[in-house]
């Protein structure tokens, strides 16, 4: 466990605490990190939140991971100054140039790990998060929500084949994300986005410590735009994979 404060000019201060443990099968670790700085210039404040926490299940043949992450940020923009004003004063805000940005954001995911047997793992993820940010600025204001979600799964086999040990590696993952900017002096635009994807991987040794990494991945993605109109588009793609490693 740490905490800490550090601190510095034109109000610069940052504090933080973090702390974990483990109690029989269960394990945690926890951080919660402030920031504040007034900024140089006029209208350049900074302040932070974030937090953060780890608890963890760990059994005989794998582990099961909570991981979730928590920010709230606000930002001031001072903005570009005329040439004259700057030469009289470098660190005055022109009002009419001023931008604010605030944004929220929380990720969370959820990971098993099990060691079906000292050859086979398998590994399943799901993920979402969640991101909202407001702008205020002399050209208009805008909320802008980008939330997304998805899953991930892999099982690794090691086998021997032709007198050689291999790790196949064989997975999918399904990924959403959208963009919806709803904003008030222009046309709003909201784009949906989705990826399905396959691999498969093959590793095994060639000669002394150097390995061969080979596969292939599938994506499919689809997005749907709208901006007063809408679009959609489709799009596939093969990548294969090949490499040598040396350890």
């Given at each position: ?62 582990r099961?991971t ?17 040439l ?13 140039k ?81 963009y919806?900017?709803?904003?008030e ?48 588009k ?14």
């Amino acid at each position: 466990s740490s905490i800490g404060a550090e601190g510095g000019s034109y109000g610069l201060h940052k504090e933080h605490i973090s702390g974990g443990g483990m109690n029989g099968n269960f394990a945690y670790r926890l951080s919660i990190v402030r920031e504040q700085w007034d900024g140089w210039r006029d209208y350049s404040d900074h302040d932070a939140w974030l937090f953060s926490m780890k608890p963890e299940y760990i059994y005989d043949t794998g582990r099961l991971t909570l991981n979730l992450r928590h920010s709230e940020i606000v930002d001031e923009n001072p903005g570009t100054l005329a040439l004259e004003t700057w030469s009289m004063n470098p660190r005055v805000s022109d009002p009419t140039k001023q931008t604010k940005y605030d944004s929220k954001q929380t990720h969370a995911s959820l990971t098993w790990v099990s060691n079906l047997s000292d050859d086979t793992i398998i590994i399943a993820k799901l993920f979402g998060q969640r991101r909202e940010s407001y702008v205020n600025s002399f050209w208009g204001n805008s909320k802008i929500e980008q939330p997304s979600r998805g899953y991930a799964f892999e099982i690794s086999i090691g086998k021997n084949f032709l007198d050689l040990p291999h790790e196949l590696v064989i997975g999918h993952e399904l990924v959403t994300r959208d963009y919806n900017n709803i904003a008030e002096s222009w046309g709003d635009l909201f784009i949906n986005w989705k990826n399905t994807g396959f691999f498969v991987e093959d590793r095994f040794p060639l000669f002394g410590n150097t390995e061969l990494k080979t596969g292939f991945r599938y994506d499919n993605r689809d997005w749907n735009i709208f901006a007063g109109e809408r679009w959609d588009k489709n799009g596939k793609a093969w990548r294969p994979k090949l490499s040598l490693i040396q350890k």
